[in-house]
């Protein structure tokens, strides 16, 4: 069956320090890959599209990787500050459908 | 970026009654709009994939006479729940896909609509 699952349901990193959250996905040949980050009670806001073909991109503190091989992606979030804090969720892009992953809530701590 | 907006973002309704909630892109025309449900700490559910001018294709497991939905215009796409019941309870978001398509850009969201059946 196919799957998109995150590498866990909460993450508590000290500020300043690097966050890394994984998307790994089984049985899906995306052509983009996407981060997106969502607030409580609030629709998700896009982050970063990533492409097939495309090994890493960056945008300000935040850096995306894309293994398709590995069928797995690294979102990283540098120098994190507590406004950070949130739900991040992955998403395949298949050219047809978007299948979201179950997604990683990101507490910062001061 | 483009700006979707999603009315009500609250609402509390009896069982049996049907709910309506509105999903509008407001500085862009959406051919294709998205509808999710969103459970507390799960990701999103697609429901179905709404197209302007044509009937919206249901995800499977999905009951299409219960999640109506209405995409009249290009910026107007519209979900009723109809006869709710307390386990219709949910978060409900749309998303519109932007001119450019979607598999080259991002999708935009609206803020979402948390569905309460009491």
């Known amino acids: 069956s196919q799957k998109i699952e995150q590498n866990s349901e909460a993450l508590n990193i000290q500020e300043g320090k690097t966050a890394t959250l994984t998307c790994n996905y089984t049985?899906?040949?995306?052509?983009?890959l996407q981060w997106y980050r969502q607030d409580p009670g609030r629709g998700p806001v896009f982050l970063l599209l990533?492409?097939?073909?495309?090994k890493e991109k960056r945008k300000e503190r935040l850096k995306v990787t894309f293994d398709t091989t590995l069928k797995q992606s690294l979102f990283h979030i540098t120098a994190s500050q507590p406004a950070d804090s949130a739900t991040y969720l992955c998403?395949?892009?298949?050219?047809?459908?978007?299948?979201f992953g179950t997604g990683t809530s990101l507490t910062v701590i001061p | 970026g483009a700006v979707v907006s999603q009315h009500p973002s609250r609402v509390i309704c009896k069982s049996g009654t049907s709910v309506k909630i509105e999903c509008r892109s407001l500085?862009?025309?959406?051919?294709?709009m998205f509808w999710y449900r969103q459970f507390p700490k799960q990701s999103l559910m697609l429901m179905a994939t709404?197209?302007?001018?044509?009937?919206?294709?249901?995800e499977q497991g999905v009951e299409k006479d219960k999640f109506l939905i209405n995409h009249a215009s290009l910026t107007l796409s519209t979900l009723t729940v109809t006869s709710a019941h307390p386990e219709d309870s949910s978060f409900y978001i749309c998303?519109?896909?932007?001119?450019?398509?979607?598999?080259?850009?991002?999708?935009?969201f609206g803020e979402g609509s948390r569905l309460t059946v009491l």
């Open positions: 998303s519109a896909e932007t001119p450019s398509g979607v598999s080259t850009g991002e999708l935009f």
């Open positions: 049985n899906y040949s995306p052509a983009y």
């Open positions: 990533i492409r097939e073909n495309e």
């Open positions: 998403a395949l892009d298949t050219g047809n459908q978007f299948y």
């Open positions: 500085d862009f025309q959406a051919t294709t």
């Open positions: 709404s197209n302007e001018g044509s009937k919206a294709t249901y």
